[in-house]
T-cell receptor, first 114, second 118 residues
Framework: NAGVTQTPKFHILKIGQSMTLQCTQD?????MYWYRQDPGMGLKLIYY???????DKGEVPNGYNVSRSTTEDFPLRLELAAPSQTSVYFC?????????????FGEGSWLTVV | AQKITQTQPGMFVQEKEAVTLDCTYD???????LFWYKQPSSGEMIFLIY??????QNATEGRYSLNFQKARKSANLVISASQLGDSAMYFC???????????????FGKGTHLIIQP
């Protein structure tokens, strides 16, 4: 079972560059999420989506954009990368909250902005 | 105010002892869910256990149990007979019902770094 797949796993980005973190899930989950985890901290929500074509901001959306054209894919776009965006990024998915007693996470993407 | 508070930044425990990791939460919602995740040094987030706010019995999953005290807004994770492989970061998280019906995912605590000593 593939579950939630994120790419790339590691990446170094220069200040001002842009990139897209890819996320795909094969569980037919409507709900998908992007989190970031700074050193020694818990995860913070960047963006989330409740279905194809629907996205909304989380706690820390500045500097990021998302799209959800299909149920499976939820890419995260970093525009004009800044050192403050150095972090570990996790994509996650779940069934609807009324059904979900588990949220499945990808393995994480380590991003360094220099 | 923090929604999830984990007061133990780090813990050292002898192998085979039981461990209790503390978690308190703050919500005004009647419907919510509490989760515990384990994050080993490799970085992935591993789901351990879930407790719904309306569940009358404490959740159990193998060596993991959740000591749910609703009136105290406490959801402590208990690991019985700890093993060296239990060494990891442990995160408590909450999914609130709220206006968005829980669609906006989980709120995490800052975590507890558990080290099991032989």
């Amino acid at each position: 079972n593939a579950g939630v797949t994120q790419t790339p796993k590691f990446h170094i980005l220069k200040i001002g560059q842009s990139m897209t973190l890819q996320c795909t899930q094969d569980m037919n989950h409507n709900y998908m999420y992007w989190y970031r985890q700074d050193p020694g901290m818990g995860l913070k929500l960047i963006y989330y989506s409740v279905g194809a074509g629907i996205t909304d901001k989380g706690e820390v959306p500045n500097g990021y954009n998302v799209s959800r054209s299909t149920t499976e894919d939820f890419p995260l776009r970093l525009e004009l990368a800044a050192p403050s965006q150095t972090s570990v990024y996790f994509c996650a998915s779940s069934y609807s909250p009324r059904r979900a007693n588990t949220i499945y996470f990808g393995e994480g993407s380590w991003l360094t902005v220099v | 105010a923090q929604k999830i508070t984990q007061t133990q930044p780090g813990m050292f425990v002898q192998e085979k002892e039981a461990v209790t990791l503390d978690c308190t939460y703050d919500t005004s919602d009647q419907s919510y869910g509490l989760f515990w995740y384990k994050q080993p040094s490799s970085g992935e987030m591993i789901f351990l256990i879930y407790q719904g706010s309306y569940d009358e019995q404490n959740a159990t999953e193998g060596r993991y149990s959740l000591n749910f005290q609703k009136a105290r807004k406490s959801a402590n994770l208990v690991i019985s007979a700890s093993q060296l492989g239990d060494s990891a970061m442990y995160f408590c998280a909450m999914r609130e019902g709220g206006q968005r019906g829980g669609a906006d995912g989980l709120t995490f605590g800052k975590g507890t770094h558990l080290i099991i000593q032989p």
